[in-house]
């Protein structure tokens, strides 16, 4: 009885040796409990949706989100100390600032968007508002326009970049001063997604979002020419004119952001509370056909694959996740 018992161990050990072996880049998913997650607000459906599709896969692995404006999240972790597994981030220079070295040393770049307008067929103007005319409709004295908040939320100082390089691509000079010194403080939310019930109630005619927030929430949006929309790399050099001050790593100071092309970061916190199943996430995050699947079907475009900007920070990766990251800056 004892032999047996001993030569069913020997082949089970056996065979665990030559699966790794034969199959070296497979890294088995592992982990359970709760992996905790903070998240940009404009990622809550497609972070809904993995969720769900992970818990279904994993279901001893359990994951709570929270959902805010990147930098807040970012703080969160920095000023308030909460702990945190994974933070997504709509911008990934909120982690690169507020975040590293001391919080993580890991940036995964995942997937890119554009800025809109968005409206509905209640808003003042709607028939005739388009990608010419957007910035005069805006300052009309009937109409209410929201943004998030700089502070707080990427997409709101996006906003201001995307007036500042309107002013320059549409020859309008002293166009942002007039428009941001017209808007109310009351019309500022702490993220953009608290914007869209005002919208669609009509407490307010138009609102500034990502495009895969317009996508998944069926609102109407003015496309924006790609010199202004921060949504192709290409344009990089001419984002780069627009820089809005905001909020510092400590209280009291403030950090200069530049118009950039519109890249979205994920980082697993150093001091991460449950590591290995946070990783498992990241490994379902990054698959082609299940996470970048789930951002391209809500409408976010995802990068494949998802990438990091150099060899040393890819080094530094999780060996799980290494397979599934490239080096592109």
């Not at 940036?107 to 010419?132: E, G, P």
């Not at 950039?260 to 996430?281: C, D, H, M, Q, W």
């Amino acid at each position: 009885m004892l032999a047996g018992v001993l030569k069913m161990k020997s082949c089970y050990f056996l065979s665990c040796i030559y699966f790794f072996i034969f199959f070296p880049g497979i890294v088995i998913a592992g982990g359970h409990g709760t992996v905790t997650i903070f998240h940009a607000g404009s990622l809550s459906v497609p972070m809904a949706a993995m969720e769900k599709a992970f818990e279904k896969k994993y279901p001893e692995i359990d994951i709570q989100r929270e959902s805010s404006g990147s930098a807040k999240a970012a703080r969160k972790i920095c000023e308030l100390r909460k702990p945190c597994d994974i933070m997504v981030a709509a911008d990934y220079k909120v982690i690169d600032k507020l975040l590293m070295p001391d919080f993580s040393d890991i940036n995964i770049r995942f997937a890119s968007n554009r800025m809109v307008l968005c409206y509905t067929n209640k808003s003042r103007y709607s028939d005739s508002i388009n990608d010419k005319n957007w910035m005069d409709i805006l300052q009309k004295d009937d109409v209410v326009w929201g943004q998030s908040d700089p502070n707080l939320d990427p997409c709101g100082y996006r906003t201001l970049m995307v007036l500042q390089l309107a002013e320059k691509y549409y020859k309008r000079p002293g166009l942002y001063n007039k428009i941001i010194s017209e808007h109310p403080e009351r019309n500022i939310r702490p993220k953009a997604v608290e914007l869209i019930s005002l919208l669609l109630t009509g407490n307010m005619d138009y609102i500034w979002e990502y495009r895969s927030v317009a996508v998944q929430h069926h609102l109407k949006y003015i496309e924006l020419p790609e010199q202004i929309n921060l949504g192709n790399y290409k344009f990089d050099g001419n984002y780069a004119v627009a820089a809005v001050a905001v909020s510092g790593k400590k209280p009291g100071t403030t950090m200069t952001m530049r118009g950039k092309s519109i890249t979205y970061g994920v980082t697993l916190l150093k001091n991460a509370p449950n590591r290995e199943a946070a990783i498992s996430f990241l490994q379902f995050m990054f698959e082609p056909d299940e996470g970048l699947k789930i951002l391209q079907e809500k409408g976010q475009p995802p990068f494949v694959p998802v990438r990091v900007p150099s060899e040393n920070m890819k080094a530094l990766l999780p060996v799980q996740l290494q397979s599934s990251v490239v080096v592109k800056k």
